[in-house]
DNA sequence: TTGGTTTAGTGATTATAATCACTATATAGG
DNA sequence: CCTATATAGTGATTATAATCACTAAACCAA
């Protein structure tokens, strides 16, 4: 086990493996080898190789990885083998649309807490939430002791939101506003922005 | 200039830089050095003039870089100075509130187009547009001359409906569906999955 | 059981990316 | 104008990441 502290990047890639091995259980595969995870996912069968054995010995040779046993220990690795729980700031459209996403609690994301500071939403019912005033978010973030925030408000009150939102003691935010998030190091960040994405396209097409 | 053939990586920061310089210039900064835009962006000034100097030499010694000349230059270099018309196909709850998004718009992507297969969508308005039936994609794309395709259907429609968004001329698709599609080597893909990324973070969290 | 085939794990190598540290140029204050 | 200071651009260096290519183990068909 190639142990010496381990890249980002490859924690980063782990996510999309276990989506791969997700979707190839549900079609019936029991064991994969690199090669075919590899091919599936548009990489090389070493990289995959590698970046698993910084974790341990998880496959067979002759024949390759058990599936499920994989996704069991990537789960493990990713510290996403119990229920985290969340709160999104925000219920505008893109709250709403979270808010009725299932692929959260399908994958062990709860969305526990949900506020807004306009009086037209707070009390009112989302999804399985009843929206609360944005006041009460250090408190009830507190009380909950909630790690992980998702942050779906406007560029302009992002960056005060995100730091109420560690100062309830959260520890990860999922952040969906266009700007980049002033925070202390010791708190995850990853943005979600479309407009930078669709830029990291644009470069490559036509002109 | 250093201009041996240009690393991803670096087009992929190049966005960042612009939304910080654009949220710069809102605060009436008009020049800015690599350290003070270093600082704002928590990476180093060595990175971003290097990163700069694959395309030109923008910055004056002792000063620093023009901020808006710098903005027009990275948006000529991501192929960004001018409109780009989007569709969109699926519009469910997220696809709602991406067409309710003024954020493309402002930064020059215009969504023209919107598809739908289910009949209590079709016809009907949201925001800006009129949802079309998913019948007539590949024709509208083409007559529109469309690139650019965001796509908010449900996973498992999501490869098929990536291939006629293909088929239709769309050379860049912004994926919001939690799959790795699989699409020819040309066609430029960003996958916005929120699962994923909340699982990058929990790795660093105490378990 | 045996021998050819497949495949994981991994040290060594190569490729890629980030940083350093220097030069040349511009600025600013007196 | 002159000098001290700031800063861009960049070749050289270091750090990081990906790939290669080998070994040992497991599989499988006859």
Redesign the pocket.
Known sequence: ??NRNI????IDRLPWYLQTLNQMAREGLSI?????LAERLD?????I??D??YF??????????PVFHLMDELQTILNINHIWQVAIVGVGGLGHALLNYHGFARHGFETILAFDNHPNVIGKQVAHLVVQDITHLEDQLRKKAIKIGILTVPARQAQIMAERLVSGGVLAILNYAPITLHLPPDIQVQSMDPVQSLQRMTYFLPR
């Not at 990489?43 to 990289?47: H, L």
């Open positions: 086990m190639n890249p980002k990047i490859v994969v080898s690199s090669l075919v990489i090389t069968p070493a990289q190789r590698k698993l054995s341990g010995e998880f496959g067979k040779q002759g024949s390759g990885y």
